[in-house]
């Protein structure tokens, strides 16, 4: 297995931490932390891959610079929604959801 | 564009642009409204009276506009179509005389007379589209121009009958256009034409083309309230006397009934459609439907539902002689289109007036009406002979060719139904018109709302329209062997169906 | 010859620095009199693909594989117009809005302008690399504009969805790199040969799967649709009108494109009856959602989520042997997609007139509504008729011709479920409309309303309706290659 194969898989096993953790978790700061996991997942796939006989490829390299600053603003944006919604409600959490169990998929 | 092209268009227009204008004015301008009312009555009926003339002097109208690269909306002024535009456009402006009688002083009015004027626009697109298509799309109009007229007053119970009244037309109107889809699949294109289109498609498409028959024939016969698909029409009596007198003498059940004839004879053509063994479950059904409508309108103590029981059982005439195979039920059913139409809204004109004059919805409330409003009573019991099929009266036209047609078609059957069904009218109609002749009145009316003025028996605009078409009863029924009468006019019709 | 096609990106990214500049709530002015601009530049550039046809463009001189590449045909010309032609008379309807009511105004002007550059830039691009980073402006912008209103269950909304947004397009850039690691590029014009010449790779259809999944979520196809309602419904009238007609369409315009050329190779008739069947469910279940709800906003957020439906049905008809019934179906879906649109900003538009003028957002207080605010109702009952399919709508074009793509290709299940679906979008139109022909509740006072709140819906109203009758054109602008 080569470097960059472990580099990509690794991101494939963070990709679906992050994803697992943004849908479950209720509190909504890990929310948004999944998020950055799921993002950081997406370029290490997108770094490690992108690799040709070892030489890296900047193509990939210069997506990822974009794909972070674009994570950079929405965490940035996320953080500020839930900061409104913390002074609002005084929860930091969606209203109609219990503990413990993220039910994402809930109709209303 | 030439403008024998452009005058159907303008036909519609005639009641379009003054609804559309009218929607948007004022409740409290009056005159500009009625002005804008009666001018659109009057302009369609003279475009119409051109047109007329011109169908005679072998003219033709047609409007084509490509909707799709191939789709039209096609309009086209033939001989049928004149006849159910012409009805409709007479009928139209005598109802719009009426309404701006009935309503006057009540509240909505601009609403009210926007949604007529393009319920009148429906039905006469309805009447001149060339095409299935273009028939389809008017036909859905025409339910969302009559929903708001059937649930005007917005009480609970209007709103209830409007439900209803959705509930069949546009159920009925989605299975109406999976056929039409279907057979636009296997036609390309669905002009009426006079013998028919689907036969060229030949006898291996047999199952499809009686499915897409049946689908048809449900989808227009919700509107033309054949039994089983009739429990609207009685829910809708509940709008105001000038919609009803529209909706079942011209507009909705019309329509269905119109379309029955368009898909019988234009687009299987009536060989064909015999081939296919297609008229007789058809003639069944309004066999029984005529026959249920007329026992039901016996138990009906309300004047309007005995009434609409009885359009139930009317209408189903026009749709028997249809399926009676050969020129005269042809005949039978088409003009009834017309003489019911006369008779029918002479009726429920009449029952608006009781209404609205005396506070009369009940037939056992009629005792002795006759001499407190003669003329009204005079137009209602002529009507009500016409519709027994007496002699001298448009409906004796009809009933004599239906009885020709199915002796011709050999259905002996056919003639002992209507027999049966003659009597059961007389049961329904025969002791209103002694309630209204031979009881005694009584001390005192239960709402008179409208005194008499001297030769007035009530308000003048109410009065006009019902002596106009009782008249016009009479007169299709004493002048049928002139070129004047609509009998001449559906004849020159039922030939060209037969000619090859 | 003049190009309109990068102006198209810029001048709305100016309108928005300049109306963030010009401070909070303010610039209706300048946004409207840009637009103008940019529906003329659209007009032009609709011309301009039907005489010459489809075109690429190299940003800056430099082509694909080092520069961005922009790619325009007649599916592009009709998204970038049907945008134009929603928005303007939008931001004639949000200046009198905000003008009544101040709530939600503060950055409607930038955001709306940064959304609308988003959406062109989506529309023309021509890498999948570029499309996420326009997806996530998109989804950035709209997000801000949910959040506008400030109240509680706005941010709730507005955190919601922007994490839905992030996980669509999260799963979307994971598709990109193992495109890109696969394939070495990220440019359509290279990858779609590539694909169609190589066997088919895991990493491809992985890819494949996880675009498709991020952008379904975008789209909100049942059952991911969990997040529609409460964005559409809780934001100021003039965003769910933008959001509902035209930013879930950028998803759905994506899938279209991807589905159809990009992954053409490797998607399966199979995969087509699922999207079919997900859209069926959505129909239904949307309709008969709609019809529960007792908030008007909510009622017409829910019909989003059922008019969704009727836009995958495409996909298993396409599948079709017959080539006239793919062609319909395809033709069919795009005419849905336009009508309702047009319908469905009305429909927000006039839902917001009456919500404004009631005080409170409740179909039971409509009572009354048909005689003080008529031309309100009739804008309403016109966008319903798009809706529910009827004549002579763009939406019953749309209907005719994928009933007829249905019929002629012997799929009669969907014929059934288009049928039951207009019949179910009427129940829950006329639910509304029914409403407001009853007396008034007793004790509410109507507020009046500025005229310019209700004329420009009623204009989306009537061009979704009178759509039916220059459907040719449309048409022909998708036909152009």
Redesign the interface.
Known sequence: MSGALIY?CA?AVL?VF??TG??LLPH?LR?ILA?NI??S??FL??V???Q?DGTP?P??QA?VL??IV?AV??TA??LA??R??LS??GKIQ??EESEGLGR????K | MNFNAILPLLVLASSLVPGMIIFFLPESRIRLRTTLNLTGAILKLLLIGYMLWGVQHDQSYVFRYNVLPDLELVFKADALALLFVTLSAALWFLTTLYAIGYLEGSPHRSRFFGFFSFCVTATVGVAMAGNLFTFFVFYELLTLSTYPLVVHRGTAAAIRAGNIYLVYTLAGGAVFLTGIVWLYGLLGQVEFTPGGVAATLGLEYTAQLQVIFLLLIAGLGVKAALVPLHGWLPQAMIAPAPVSALLHAVAVVKAGAFGIIRIVYEVYGIEFAQTLNLLMPLAIVASITIIWGSLRALWQDDLKRRLAYSTISQVSYIILGVTLFGPAGTIGGVVHLVHQGIMKITLFFCAGNYAETLGIHKISEMNGAGRRMPWTSIAFSVAAFGMMGAPLTAGYVSKLYLNQGAEMAEMAWVSWMLTASSLLNAAYFLPILYRLWFVNQPQKWLQERIRARGRWETHGLLLIPPVVTAVATLGAGIFADTGWSPLFWVKLIAEMEYLP | MFDPVPWLILLPLVWGCLTFLTGVGRGGRLVLAGLIIQLVLTIILARQIVMEGARHYAVGGWGA?LGVDLYVDGLTGIMLLLTHVVALPLVVYARAYFSSQAEGASYFWPLTCFLLAAMNALFMSADI?NI??TL?LLG?AA??LV?AA???GS??A???Y??VT??GS??Y??G???L???Y?S?SLAVLEPLLATTEISAAACLAAMLMLAGLLLKTALF?FH?WLPPAHGGAPAPVSALLSALVIKASFYLILRLWFDLFAPLVTTQAAQLLGGLGAAAILWGSI?AFNQTRLKMLVAYSTVAQIGYLFLLFPLMTSAIPGAAESAMQGGVMQLVAHALAKAAMFAAAGVMVLSAGKDDIALLGGMSSHLPLTLFTFALAGITLMGLPPSGGFIAKWLLIDSAVSGGQWGWVVVMILGGLLSAAYVFKVLRQAFLPPVAGIKFKPVIRMLEWPAFLLALISLLLGFRSVEVLNLLGAA
């Open positions: 990509a991101g990709f992050g994803v943004l849908i909504l929310k998020f799921m993002g997942g997406v796939v997108l490690g891959l992108g040709r490829d193509v990939p997506m974009t794909g674009v603003a929405a944006l996320a929604l839930v409104r919604l609002l409600t969606f209203p994402c998929w809930k109709n | 594989p690399f996420y980073v996530e950035l997000v801000g959040a400030g109240s509680a941010v709730t507005a955190i919601r922007l994490l992030l996980l999260g799963a850039l994971m990109v790199a193992l890109y690691g696969t070495g990220v059952p969990f959602l």
